[in-house]
């Protein structure tokens, strides 16, 4: 019951009280005894008796604003407490992802003077060695391998250079207004992008996406979480069979999902289930990469307010089960 409304009952309920003690004081203060015919007699002749009747009305009056004051307390305390617990919850959410930055931020320094060192390294071993032997009488196949050498550093150096780039860009991506995205299209796009590797390991794409066939999204962020999802399907593909990707869609009248399954090599979950979606981890020997392909995604779809699930078996592939909401 609203404040307002208990304490104009209570007003009311008093208001009528008041008078009728009074009255019964007065009956048995006077002579005769005690009776309702004296007890109207007494209310009807004494002219103060007969103000007093009207304190129902003004008493519950009354009381109807002291409740109408004390609920707009309690509702100004009440909106208070929701605007302090909802402002400790951005902070709580503001702590965490710095904590996740200043830790990202540790795994760039630790990049930049290992994995950029490395290539850097070598092209000035490499150099040297180059000086050293290209004027030798037939020196030319072994400045053709250094050449090599140098030029698989460079593509090393060039892939690190953009997987820190592309970290760098997924907040500013998120700034982007959602558009429209077919995801055949989507898809189509990232294969064109990659189609040295898809048909150099003679790959099949199996499309599944007539029941939610567009998503509202920011294309960056979209494109990024298909292109490290198929190129690490095609990455980690089984050598005893050719890669094949399923790419499903669904919806519901919340949320997108999107499933990316393949049939490569498969994760084993038990050791890795605790930094598959760390920064700069791989999960598997000899990789590819600098290991943040994962991370990406996760941040991506963290910062979309979305889910997304692994379901992998060693030797049989892998499953992405993504969830995004659609507003």
């Not at 009207?54 to 208070?80: C, H, M, V």
């Not at 000086?131 to 090599?148: A, C, F, N, Q």
Request: contains cysteine.
């Amino acid at each position: 019951m609203r404040p307002r409304i208990k304490y104009l009952i209570w007003g009311v309920l008093f208001g009528i009280c008041f008078p009728v003690i009074g009255t019964l004081i007065r009956c048995y203060q006077s002579e005769g005894g005690f009776s309702i015919a004296k007890c109207l007699e007494i209310q009807s002749s004494d002219p103060l008796l007969m103000i007093i009747d009207t304190a129902p009305f003004f008493l519950g009056l009354f009381s109807y604003f002291i409740g109408l004051s004390i609920e707009r307390l309690l509702q100004e305390q009440k909106d208070r407490e929701n605007d302090s617990l909802a402002y400790t919850s951005r902070l709580e959410i503001q702590n965490s992802e710095l904590t996740e930055l200043n830790s990202a931020l540790d795994g760039l320094i630790y990049t930049a003077s290992h994995d950029l060192k490395t290539p850097v390294v070598n092209f000035k071993s490499m150099i040297s060695m180059l000086r050293t032997v290209k004027d030798r009488p037939g020196s030319e196949k072994m400045v053709e391998e250094i050449l090599l050498r140098m030029d698989k550093s460079a593509e090393k150096f060039q892939v690190t250079i953009s997987d820190l780039l592309n970290i760098s860009r997924i907040e500013r991506n998120f700034e982007e207004p959602k558009e429209e995205i077919v995801i055949d299209k989507a898809v189509g796009e990232v294969l064109e992008s990659i189609a040295e590797m898809v048909n150099r390991r003679e790959s099949k794409i199996h499309l599944e996406t007539k029941t939610a066939p567009k998503i509202m999204f920011q294309p960056r962020s979209m494109d990024s979480i298909l292109q490290n999802l198929i190129s690490n399907a095609l990455k980690y593909s089984s050598p005893e069979r050719n890669p094949e990707i399923w790419i499903r869609t669904s919806e519901t009248a919340r949320n997108f999902h999107l499933e990316v399954e393949d049939n490569g090599r498969g994760i084993d979950l038990e050791k890795h289930k605790n930094k598959i979606f760390k920064m700069f981890k791989r999960l598997h020997t000899g990789a590819e990469g600098t290991g943040i392909g994962l991370y990406i995604i996760k941040r991506i779809i963290d910062k979309a307010g979305g889910s997304i699930q692994i379901q992998s078996q060693v030797n049989h592939g892998t499953k992405f089960l993504i969830e995004l909401p659609k507003n």
